[in-house]
């Protein structure tokens, strides 16, 4: 068994009694459109410095990738620090472009990539509820990377090659729900972000979009979430689906771990039970993709003693 908590956690009983102690909770007040969007985005995670217990959304987390270590800047509304100063244009073109106001390039390990298919109401009640929160006074740490990718201009060759802005688009010929869902994974959720391989140049995949990989976030395994039935979750039962990613816990009583515990704890769990029912059946209407990303040896007891986020 694996956890996704440190030691005070690992009782399975007491995750469980606290998620359904949760619930009624999450059910009684109505979130804000902005809260919803904040949730399904996943902003908490990367920008708050959870190891050395820093302040919400304050930045300072280390992110390991391929490419160096980044750290996650402030984006409290301190207007120093932070991006209190910004105008809502300013958050836009963040979020839609990955372009700062000064005109510099963001690296796509800020998932714009993906939130670029935000609509942009949304984009704008997020940046409403950011605004509401605590202003931290907190500097920003630079990022430790080789200098040939400290030069941002050459991220524009990087985008020019991979990435694609602009709003989600609905398909016509699909339900609203179904379309629901496709925008709660593609541009929210981001969830292919880290459910599919990369090439070297640090861009998705395209072929194998959500199929998983053994280079994730992290040096994690991420699993294929195609609904294939060897390799994927085309073996999970409808409800168990939107019950995982409310919860954490998988229809053979483990419990998740790694960044998908973080995904959930700081991110999905707070969304109503609908939107997680709409994310699950467009999961499951997704083409399934045969592709093993783990290897047997790697079992799940293996996997629990790596370095949990939550120690
Ligand atoms: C996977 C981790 C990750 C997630 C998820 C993430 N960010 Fe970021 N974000 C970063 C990193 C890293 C940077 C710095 C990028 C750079 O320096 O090029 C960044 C930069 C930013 C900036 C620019 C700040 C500045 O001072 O220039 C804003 C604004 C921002 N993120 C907002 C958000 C919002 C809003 C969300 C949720 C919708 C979000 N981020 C989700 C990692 C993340
Ligand atoms: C920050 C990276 C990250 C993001 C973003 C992410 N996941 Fe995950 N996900 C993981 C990792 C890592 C695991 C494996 C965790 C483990 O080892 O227990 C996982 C596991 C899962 C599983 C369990 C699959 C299985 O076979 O056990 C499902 C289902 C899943 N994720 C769905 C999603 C959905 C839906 C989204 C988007 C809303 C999403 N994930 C976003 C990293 C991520």
């Known amino acids: 068994m694996r956890w996704g908590r440190g ?53 300072g987390r280390a992110l390991e990738t391929p490419f160096g270590t980044f750290y996650s800047p402030n984006i409290t509304p301190d207007p120093v ?89 609905a398909s016509v010929d699909k339900s609203p729900r179904w379309n629901r869902g496709a925008y709660l994974v593609q541009a929210l959720g981001h969830c292919a972000e880290c459910h599919s391989p990369r090439n070297r140049l640090g861009a998705i995949d395209a072929r194998l979009r959500f199929a998983g990989t053994r280079d994730g976030p992290e040096g994690e395994t991420v699993p294929n979430i195609t609904p294939d039935k060897q390799t994927g979750i085309g073996g999970w039962p409808r409800g168990d689906l939107a019950y995982f990613l409310q919860t954490g816990a998988t229809p053979d009583g483990d419990y998740t771990g790694g960044a998908m515990a973080e995904v959930i704890d700081a991110g999905l769990s707070h969304l109503p039970v609908t939107e997680l029912q709409a994310i699950a059946d467009y999961l499951r209407s997704l083409e399934p993709i045969h592709h093993v990303v783990e290897s047997t040896e790697q079992s799940s ?11």
């Open 7 to 59: 030691s005070g956690w690992r009782v399975p009983g007491c995750y469980l009694a606290i998620a359904l102690l949760a619930m009624p909770v999450a059910a009684a007040q109505t979130p804000s459109r902005g809260e919803l969007v904040f949730y399904a985005a996943g902003c908490a995670a990367c920008h708050t410095d959870v190891d050395n217990h820093g302040p919400p959304l304050a930045g």
């Open 81 to 169: 620090h932070g991006i209190g100063a910004w105008s809502d244009e300013d958050f836009v073109r963040a979020l839609r472009d990955g372009v700062a106001p000064d005109g510099r390039q963001y690296h796509p390990v800020f998932p714009y990539t993906s939130y670029t298919r935000m609509r942009r109401e949304d984009m704008l009640a997020l940046k409403r509820y950011l605004f509401s929160r605590q202003p931290v006074a907190r500097p920003n740490r630079p990022h430790a990377l080789p200098w040939y990718l400290s030069f941002r201009p050459l991220l524009r060759v990087w985008k020019w090659l991979y990435f694609e802005p602009g709003e989600y688009q």
């Open 301 to 311: 007891s293996e996997r629990a003693r790596r370095k949990d986020p939550w120690d």
